[in-house]
């Protein structure tokens, strides 16, 4: 009786994404991401100053790698004129250039050119229903905290359409976590081969992406990239639930690349 008093009290609590703008979405904590602010005008940057190696300064253009960012927030905090915060939870790209910021003269090109091969192998398959199966490739768990909120009320992914499956011969999606440890290559390469085409498969996270703190090393490849074939990659460490369903509805054609 008590939860029946606290639904009618809490009333309707599940988002309206993407139906319509969530304002949670852009102020979500884990939804910040820094952004380069300034030119570092021929003053080298401190090689140092992130513990993934995401910053590169390029014929003097400074750039960030948000597909190996972590967000520890170490360069906001130390180069204030260089790096800042932006927010905003539609992360995911096509293409593991576009995570580059300021972004490369020829990455919307190649953009558009992958996002309508995808928009090709998927508009038949996926009108209706989506399966995901979620495979954890050397995660530290935090990812499959946000992956499994999109189950819960506020989410309801289930309202898309959207589905888990235990079995990667249900799935239309597989939603890889983690580093990419060698140990997982086999089981990996063996769960895509069950899996039925079409087939999309999503990097969740910055380890899938890149491998984060942990790569390269004898233990795990640079991130998910380097064992199977990846269509869509979601930065953040871990990225949002917000992050996560953008990167669905992106993967199976119901977003723009870019969100709008």
Do not use: K
């Amino acid at each position: 009786m008590p939860w029946v008093l606290r639904g009618l009290r809490n009333g309707v609590v599940t988002t309206g994404y993407p139906r319509r703008s969530d304002p949670y979405a852009e102020a979500f904590p884990a939804s910040v991401r820094p952004l380069v602010v300034g030119s570092a005008n021929g003053v080298p940057v401190d090689d140092t100053l992130c513990p993934t190696g995401a910053i590169h300064n390029r014929a003097g253009a400074l750039q960030l790698d948000a597909g190996q960012c972590i967000l520890c927030g170490r360069c906001v905090r130390e180069r204030p004129d260089l790096f800042g915060w932006v927010s905003g939870s539609q992360t995911a790209r096509l293409h593991r250039q576009a995570l580059v910021v300021p972004q490369l003269p020829e990455t919307d090109e190649a953009v558009e050119l992958v996002r309508r091969q995808l928009a090709a192998r998927v508009r038949r398959m996926f009108r209706r229903s989506v399966h995901i199966r979620h495979v954890d490739a050397g995660s530290d768990g935090s990812e499959e905290w946000e992956a499994l909120a999109l189950l819960n009320p506020v989410y309801d992914v289930h309202r898309l359409g959207i589905f888990f499956t235990a079995s990667p011969r249900h799935a239309d999606v597989l939603l890889i976590t983690g580093v990419g440890s060698h140990g997982m290559a086999e089981p990996l390469r063996r769960t895509v081969e069950a899996t039925p085409r079409p087939l999309v498969v999503i990097a969740a996270g910055t380890d899938a992406v890149s491998g984060g703190l942990v790569a390269p090393s004898y233990a795990v490849a640079e991130g998910i990239g380097e064992l199977v074939d990846v269509d869509v990659w979601v930065p953040g460490s871990p990225p949002s639930p917000f992050s996560l369903l953008h990167a669905l509805l992106l993967a199976v054609g119901r977003i723009p690349p870019e969100g709008r």
